[in-house]
């Protein structure tokens, strides 16, 4: 006689863990694919941020979640700017930014990368848009005043990140190859 004890629970939970385990390698197949194709990425994540918009404008409220969600992707715009070795706090002997026209192209290397910014833009808007389907997620704000802190709060982290590019020379966006040119070479 088979014992009853804990067997079918044991069993359950594991037949459910292995089903978990295979969705995850299916999954991550699947964004594994999906790394080169940057553009057809974002053209995605443009179609769930139009969508996202739409039901938030539908449904007329989810301001909160919404604010929250911009402050969210505002933080993740700082990372994808910075460079992964910020020269103001941690001096390297790795590579660095260069400070002076005579110092060595370097390329730049973002605290975080595109891809990863990509996918905690793209989850987080797939989470704020099922947030919306729940009723507890609406609370009532008077939207224009979050709209205005939010701006005043964009204004305020891209005014300081513009001036950390601007003092350390750098810019986070690949604008074909570099070349270090100076008045001396030229002449």
């Known amino acids: 006689m088979e014992g009853t004890g804990g067997d079918g629970p044991s069993a359950a939970a594991a037949a459910l863990d292995q089903r978990r385990h295979e969705l995850s390698k299916l999954f991550q197949h699947y964004l594994d694919k999906s790394t080169p194709h940057s553009l057809y990425r974002w053209i995605g994540t443009v179609c769930l941020v139009l969508l996202y918009a739409v039901r938030v404008y539908y449904v007329q409220g989810f301001y909160i979640v919404t604010y929250g969600l911009g402050i969210y992707l505002l933080n993740l715009l700082i990372g994808f700017l910075s ?90 966006f690949n604008l074909g190859k570099q070349v270090s040119c100076s008045l001396k070479q030229i002449a």
């Open 83 to 172: 460079p992964l070795v910020d020269p103001e706090l941690e001096p390297s002997e790795g590579p660095s930014l260069p400070t002076k026209g005579s110092d060595e192209f370097k390329p730049f290397i973002r605290r975080l990368p595109e891809f990863k910014f990509w996918y905690a833009i793209t989850k987080a808007f797939c989470v704020a848009f099922l947030m919306t389907f729940f009723s507890m997620f609406d609370v009532p704000v008077f939207w224009p005043i979050l709209l205005c802190y939010w701006i005043v709060l964009l204004f305020l982290t891209m005014k300081r990140q513009i001036m950390h590019m601007i003092k350390y020379r750098y810019i986070p």
